[in-house]
């Protein structure tokens, strides 16, 4: 999901919450919560339902935050090295060939002396 989607889809359900709460306040319709605590086998149900859901998402929320921690904003360290590695292979790379256009060709090269 793109960032702005799941914006979107949370703000959507924390209206959808307050609507919810406001509703319940002013009397729009009201849950009937005196059942579900009369009847005791309800009222586990619900509670037992309500810690799994929380501890499922404590678990996505726990691996979220470790993967974000543990994933590099950059390069590894011995990604670093290996660059610095190339530049300095690249480097001796271009003093070998200067250091061959300056030097005389051997005397018994094709162009050489005759």
Known sequence: MRPSRAIAFWVIVIAALLFVE???LTHLFTLPVQSALGNLLSFVFALV???????????????YISQRLQSPGGFTRFE?????????????????Q?????????????????
């Open 98 to 114: 200067e250091l061959r256009r300056r030097a005389p060709p051997p005397p018994n090269s094709p162009e050489g002396p005759a």
């Open 22 to 24: 406001v509703a319940e």
């Open 80 to 96: 670093e090295e290996m660059l610095r590695m190339r530049k300095d292979v690249e480097r001796i790379s271009e003093d070998v």
């Open 49 to 63: 339902f309500t810690t799994i859901l929380a501890l499922i998402g404590a678990l996505f929320v726990g691996i």
